[in-house]
């Protein structure tokens, strides 16, 4: 393969645009595996979470989705040490093999009322592979087709790498909308939800035989045959204080920010549809698929343009922009989503007026927590129902009471009560429960014909606009921060902590906040909050990189 486009001006030649598309192919799949459980969490939860209380199987169903962004950093470390010790081609070649194979593996693995506590016990398993899978993959990925870039165009091609975690978004939302529309609702959730992970192992082989096609990066081959090439990567990137504090400044003034905004705008969103605003999951998948539709070109605009003006202005500038409107946008969602639900709480706001020391933080990891207090009884109610709702304190041994606007629907103390008791009161207290808030104009579902279609994906095409903001630029401002010899290693490990803590604990920890604080737009001031400090530090204390040479 011709080497001499690398680090000049020239246009890339065939060859070079062949590792460009084949690259971001084989990359689509792998997105593809590992975010087919993310578009499905809600459903997993039922099947491999059974056995816990119905807010905990949400919430359990996505820290196992978190649980893959966990070890992210993990996989950095083993394969982007293989990376640069070996060549990226092999290594990346390695991660699909991984991912496919978990991804097939969650397609016929038993549910919970199948083999119990095993099922979740191999789901998370699975899920754990995955996420260093992925660890592996993207910095792999990113380097391969950065140096095979010209100097002056590494933002506009590595752009097309970051496009493919969309693509394998938008392509899990079809193959789930295609299944479950071929189905129908109701034998797509019984087993109709395995056929998208049973498809992978055609993914797979097609991505395997496209990497084994591909030759090793020009920029590593002249390191090698120069000998430079690192004999210890870990102990150089993160054994010196030089290039450590740079991976540090990497996480926390690019990073994390643009995880956060990342997952805020293609799934929190997401779940924030189907959960608070109660849009049935097909109609919420195509919302986020036409939004995704119309933003994803924009990936490659931004790509380009930080060719021009810097990636650190157009990542910073998506961070401020969405930390700023991140409110206004999600209410407008619950206004032109669910009207009703808007009207209802300015009209009849919900208030919890309870006994604060009776009040648990309701999340049962085990599913052995009994939430008996009549607080408990009460915010778990409004909790299934995704009722919004504040807090008021009651004198200490009141009974707790739900206030919906000018009427009162008391709860009941169950803790002494057996078990028969207390489901009867705990339906009787529901049926109250439900009444008022159907007299008070709280919904049980969305009304699709009050759903402003235009307007949502607007909204939502906002939110993937500053996606493509801070993802579009992220592979080509990290991949310039580091030397050729460690860049394996050096830039996949702030990535991946970035995007597997603080941007893949967004769904989770949003939705524990909600379940905690009874406001459903609550959940967001976790990612504003990180994305404003990404803003300031990254201002303050990472450079622009456009210009430099990557080759050394």
């Known amino acids: 393969m011709t080497t001499t486009a690398v680090g000049t001006n020239t246009r890339l030649d065939v060859s070079h645009k062949r590792v460009v598309f084949a690259s971001s192919l084989g990359t689509v799949f792998e997105w593809y595996d590992f975010y087919l459980y993310g578009s499905l969490a809600a459903l997993i939860g039922k099947q491999f979470f059974s056995g816990l209380n119905e807010t905990s199987q949400f919430i359990f169903a996505l820290l196992a989705f978190a649980a893959g962004f966990a070890v992210r950093p993990f996989g950095a470390i083993v394969f ?9 081609k092999y290594t990346f070649l390695v991660t699909i093999i991984i991912m496919g194979t978990s991804t097939f593996l969650v397609g016929v693995l038993p549910g919970y009322d199948s083999i119990g506590i095993m099922a979740p016990v191999v789901l998370i398993a699975l899920r754990l592979l995955q996420g260093l899978a992925l660890g592996g993959e993207y910095g792999g990925a990113a380097t ?3 140096e095979h870039a010209p100097a002056g165009k590494r933002g506009l091609y590595t752009s097309f790498i970051q496009i493919t975690a969309t693509f394998g978004l938008f392509l899990s939302l079809l193959v789930i909308l295609g299944t479950r529309m071929g189905l129908g609702d109701a034998t797509f959730d019984k087993w109709g939800w395995r056929i998208p992970f049973l498809i992978s192992a055609v993914l797979v082989a097609v991505s395997v035989y496209i990497r084994m096609q591909l030759h090793e990066s020009p920029v590593f081959q002249q390191m090698k045959a120069e000998g430079k090439a690192s004999k210890a990567p870990l102990t150089e990137a993160f054994g010196q204080w030089k290039n450590l504090k740079l991976v540090i400044l990497a996480l926390l003034g690019a990073a994390m920010g643009q995880a956060v905004v990342w997952y805020t705008g293609q799934f929190y969103s997401l779940y924030f549809l189907t959960q608070s605003l109660k849009i049935d999951g097909t109609t919420a998948n195509l919302l986020i698929a036409a939004a995704l539709l119309i933003g994803t070109p924009f990936f490659v605009f931004f790509g380009w343009l930080s060719d021009r003006i810097g990636r650190k202005t157009v990542v910073l500038a998506g961070c401020l922009l969405a930390a700023i409107t991140y409110f206004p946008i999600f209410k407008g ?24 020391k009776a009040c648990s933080f309701q999340f049962d990891p085990i599913g052995k927590s009994k939430f008996t207090s009549s607080c408990d009884v009460a915010k778990s109610a409004l909790a299934k129902k995704g009722i919004p709702y504040s807090n008021q304190a009651a004198p200490a041994g009141s009974v707790a009471q739900v206030k919906i606007g000018s009427a009162t629907v008391d709860s009941f103390e ?44 607007l909204l939502l095409a906002i939110l993937v606009l500053y996606v493509t903001m801070v993802y579009g630029p992220i592979a080509a401002w990290l991949v310039e921060m580091f030397p050729t010899r460690i860049r394996y290693t050096s830039m996949s490990l702030p990535y991946h902590i970035g995007n597997g803590w603080f941007g893949g604990f967004v769904p989770t920890i949003g939705f524990m906040l909600v379940a905690w604080k009874g406001d459903i737009y609550y959940g967001l001031w976790y990612p504003i909050g990180v994305a404003v400090a990404c803003f300031f530090i990254g201002l303050l204390c990472l450079r622009e990189t456009k210009d430099v040479d990557i080759t050394s």
């Open 414 to 457: 169950g803790g002494s009560l057996d078990g028969k008791t207390f489901t009867a009161q705990g339906k009787d207290f529901g049926t109250r429960l439900a009444a008022a808030l159907k007299t008070a104009g709280y919904p049980e579902k969305a009304d699709p014909s009050q759903l402003n279609y235009p307007m949502m994906v």
């Open 333 to 356: 969602l619950t206004h032109f989503g669910n009207p009703a639900i808007e009207q209802a709480a300015a009209t009849s706001p919900i208030v919890v007026v309870a006994d604060p």
């Open 80 to 88: 982007g040490r293989i990376g640069d010790l070996i060549g990226r």
């Open 144 to 146: 391969y087709v950065a």
